[in-house]
């Protein structure tokens, strides 16, 4: 039950007689009453009458007796509000009997195409791959879990130029060599070698160009061997999402190449609708409303002058499919925020082309970067960019270390359990619990801790809840009647009560900082309701009640947590 939704609808229909219009009442919760309306305060001015006189007006005609046991006028015309402890008792009891905690499934299904992730062939994943690829998961997690369609796109960088290299460079290795070479994920080191080859060797780069032309012309044995190296980069990026627990899979990868016979029809498309213009020599659009630091319009180029296409037309392209074939009405682009402007323009022109129209619209959800302790991009020692694997496994070597630290007597599949549910869980939260638009410093001594916002210390509180489940020796009765005796009690049912408002919040805004922070509040009401409210010294309905109201928190974090692709452990 969403209870400031609840009360809006009791207050909206009196505001709205007694300022003969609509009105909302901006119910919120209140340090001086469990909720509060100062809508009140800005009517007074329109109505030419004083807040305390509206307040009053709206409190005479509004139904509330079922819901609060006060309402009253405070101060220079709040609405202040408490609700009734047997009113929020069956709330919370009739929450407890609810499989998805209040959440319904949508009754509006949408398909929608959640782009993430996008690792690049023969490249290894790096720690600029993480935000994507944790915020694109908890995106498929949550509206699949809403009842939506959740297509999951993985827009690999597998066509282009590169490839003739890559190619060459492979041939000159031997497939077997080259092979091994990236199934242990030394793609860097294959990459950065055909690079080298390619700068030093002008024989390489002659046989290199050939096959770039050979690749677009559909040599067959040149694109055998360029599978090669997909399936190769492929089978080494699902090992990355297996350890980071997402769920990528291998029918997923959508490569740039899978659009590359659309590209023609594309720009014909465009050309026909007069939205391209020939500029330098390139084909471009020129979306309204975009221009360069001069004021002169900025260009799109969908085809290069070389008659080659860039990203422009494989995102057209991919958007076109994505609204067109498999019906989509919300696009999630999840990539970093220097892509902002090229996705805005992408839009814009998809838009003029009738591709992307209502109710279909497409989100760039961009993010800001991971930041090493000197406040600059995360680097090696070296200098160079942190492979993700290697971040992740100093993440569960790190947590195994410290559950058998905190107890010594787990045995090695416990700890090893322990430590990637907490190491991983770490890694993501210190992600998710930031606002998506903002850099964050990768810490790890705060990202491990037991205590604060983090991952480890909503897995603990969740283990409490497992551990006072088991420790009570009988089943929780769904059936137990609810008891608010202390003001913890009251906090923690309110919190409760708050999923199910924060869920669809984050659903349309895909904040998942929001959610974090929501299960981080659930976690500090529950240490406060654990410390105050004895729950296996209280007897009889009392027990219950405060059993009920356990089981109830711990079913809560796991759910939100699971959204977040964050695992719970029962013990720690």
């Excluded at 839009?347 to 109710?359: C, S, T, Y």
């Excluded at 694997?389 to 007597?409: C, G, H, I, M, Y």
């Amino acid at each position: 039950m969403d209870l400031e939704r609840l009360l809006t609808d009791r207050l909206t229909p009196a505001f709205t007689a007694v300022a003969d219009g609509p009105v909302d009442p901006v119910v919120r919760r209140s340090p001086r009453a469990d909720f509060q309306s100062d809508a009140a305060l800005a009517l007074a001015r329109r109505l030419g009458r004083s807040p305390r006189e509206i307040a009053q007006a709206v409190l005479d005609r509004a139904v509330l007796d079922d819901v609060c046991a006060t309402a009253e006028v405070s101060g220079p015309g709040f609405v202040n509000l408490t609700i009734d402890d047997g009113a929020l008792a069956g709330m919370v009891a009739a929450l407890a009997a609810d499989d998805r905690l209040g959440v319904p499934v949508t009754a509006a299904p949408e398909t929608v195409v959640v782009d993430y992730s996008g690792p690049n062939v023969a490249k290894e994943m790096h720690v600029g791959h993480l935000r994507s690829t944790v915020i694109g998961d908890a995106a498929v997690r949550l509206l699949g879990w809403l009842g939506h369609r959740v297509v999951r796109v993985n827009h690999l960088g597998d066509w282009g130029t590169p490839f003739g290299m890559l190619i060459a460079h492979l041939v000159d290795l031997g497939e077997a060599e080259a092979a091994q070479e990236l199934s242990i994920g030394d793609l860097d080191g294959f990459y950065q070698a055909a690079r080298s080859k390619f700068d030093a060797d002008p024989a390489f780069r002659d046989r290199a160009r050939q096959r770039v032309v050979a690749l677009q012309g559909g040599d067959p044995e040149t694109r055998r061997l360029w599978r090669l190296l997909v399936e190769q980069s492929q089978r080494y990026f699902l090992t990355v999402y297996q350890l980071l627990d997402v769920t990528l899979t291998e029918g997923d990868f959508r490569g740039e190449s899978a659009y590359d016979d659309r590209l023609g029809a594309v720009v014909g498309d465009l050309d026909r609708l007069g939205l391209l213009t020939d500029s330098a020599g390139a084909t471009c659009a020129f979306p309204p409303g975009f221009t360069g630091r001069d004021g002169t319009p900025l260009p799109l180029i969908v085809r290069k002058g070389d008659g080659g296409y860039g990203y422009p037309a494989t995102d057209l392209a991919a958007l076109r499919l994505r609204t067109g074939e498999l019906g989509a009405t919300r696009l999630l682009y999840v990539v970093g925020l220097p892509q902002r402007q090229h996705f805005a323009m992408v839009f814009a022109v998809a838009g003029q082309a009738g591709w992307l129209r209502p109710p279909a619209r497409a989100e760039h959800l961009g993010f800001g970067s991971v930041l090493g302790p000197d406040g600059r991009m995360l680097r090696s020692r070296t200098g160079e960019s942190v492979k993700l694997v290697d971040l992740l496994t100093e993440a569960v070597t790190r947590a195994t270390a410290l559950a058998r630290t905190k107890n010594p007597a787990l045995d090695e599949a416990d700890a090893a359990e322990i430590g990637r549910a907490v190491g991983i869980g770490a890694v993501k939260y210190a992600d998710l619990v930031t606002d998506r638009t903002r850099d964050y410093v990768l810490d790890w001594e705060r990202m491990l801790a037991l205590d604060g916002n983090t991952a480890p210390y909503l897995q603990y509180a969740y283990a409490r809840t497992r551990s006072v489940s088991r420790r009570a020796g009988t089943a929780v009765d769904p059936d137990a009647r609810v008891v608010l005796t202390a003001p913890a009690e009251r906090a923690l049912a309110f919190e409760l009560l708050g999923f199910a408002t924060v869920v669809h919040e984050v659903a349309r805004t895909m904040e998942f900082h929001q959610l974090a922070g929501y299960l981080h509040r659930l976690a500090t009401r529950f240490s406060a309701f654990y410390e105050r409210c004895p729950v296996l010294r209280a007897d009889g309905e009392l027990r219950a009640s405060r059993l009920l109201l356990t089981d109830l928190t711990g079913r809560t974090l796991r759910q939100g947590l699971y959204l977040l692709g964050i695992r719970t452990v029962e013990r720690m």
